[in-house]
C-alpha cells in the first residue's frame, strides 16, 4: 500500500471520527436544549433559531418522520373506525330486529302486568250486607262478575255458612282468587 492511499485511508477515518463526533455532540446540544422527539418534546422557537443550519435541518426532517407516521396512525385508524362504524350499523340493526321480534311479547307482558294489578287490587274479602246471598255476591264486579260462581264463595267459608241459603249481614267471608 503506498503512503499516499495510506493516507487517504487515514482521512477517511478521521472524517467518519468527526461526523460521529459532530452527532453525538449534536445529540449532547439537542439534550441540552431539552428536546427528545421520541418522547413528544420539541424546540421552542427561540430554541430553534440558535440551532446551526445542519441541527436544524436534522431537526426539521426528524419533524417530518414523526409526521409521515403520524400520518400512517391517522390513516390506520381511519380504516378502524370505518370498520366499527360498519359492525356498530350491524349491531343496531340486530337490536331493532330484536325488539321488533319482542314487541309482540312486551306488549303480552304488559297486559299481564296490568291484570295481576287488578287482581291484586281486590278484596279478599266481603261482609255481608243485608238482601245479599252469595249469587248476588258472586255477581259483583269486584268479586267474580258470574253469579255461577257461588259454589266458590260456599266452599271457601263452609265453617261459617252451614247452608248456602243462609247468610246473614255482618259475616266476612274469604273471597278466593
Given at each position: 500500500m503506498s503512503a499516499r492511499h495510506a493516507g487517504r485511508r487515514a482521512g477517511a477515518g478521521w472524517a467518519a471520527g468527526l461526523l460521529v463526533l459532530g452527532l453525538f455532540v449534536s445529540a449532547l446540544r439537542a439534550d441540552a436544549q431539552g428536546y427528545d422527539l421520541d418522547k413528544g418534546q420539541y424546540l421552542t422557537p427561540e430554541q430553534y433559531k440558535k440551532l446551526s443550519k445542519d441541527?436544524?435541518?436534522?431537526?426539521c426532517q426528524k419533524l417530518s418522520q414523526e409526521i409521515d407516521i403520524e400520518n400512517d396512525n391517522a390513516a390506520a385508524a381511519n380504516s378502524q373506525m370505518a370498520d366499527?362504524?360498519?359492525?356498530?350499523?350491524?349491531?343496531?340493526?340486530?337490536?331493532?330486529?330484536?325488539?321488533?321480534?319482542?314487541?309482540?311479547?312486551?306488549?303480552?307482558?304488559?297486559?299481564?302486568?296490568?291484570?295481576?294489578?287488578?287482581?291484586?287490587?281486590?278484596?279478599?274479602?266481603?261482609?255481608?250486607?243485608?238482601?245479599?246471598?252469595?249469587?248476588?255476591?258472586?255477581?259483583?264486579?269486584?268479586?267474580?262478575?258470574?253469579?255461577?260462581?257461588?259454589?266458590?264463595?260456599?266452599?271457601?267459608?263452609?265453617?261459617?255458612?252451614?247452608?248456602?241459603?243462609?247468610?246473614?249481614?255482618?259475616?266476612?267471608?274469604?273471597?278466593?282468587?
Open positions: 441541527e436544524a435541518l436534522e431537526y366499527i362504524d360498519a359492525e356498530i350499523k350491524a349491531l343496531q340493526a340486530q337490536l331493532a330486529e330484536a325488539q321488533g321480534a319482542n314487541q309482540p311479547l312486551a306488549s303480552s307482558v304488559a297486559d299481564l302486568e296490568a291484570k295481576l294489578k287488578e287482581l291484586q287490587e281486590l278484596p279478599r274479602s266481603y261482609t255481608v250486607v243485608r238482601d245479599d246471598w252469595l249469587i248476588k255476591i258472586a255477581k259483583k264486579e269486584r268479586i267474580y262478575r258470574d253469579g255461577h260462581q257461588w259454589g266458590r264463595l260456599y266452599r271457601a267459608n263452609k265453617d261459617k255458612i252451614k247452608n248456602p241459603n243462609l247468610i246473614y249481614p255482618g259475616q266476612i267471608l274469604v273471597v278466593p282468587r
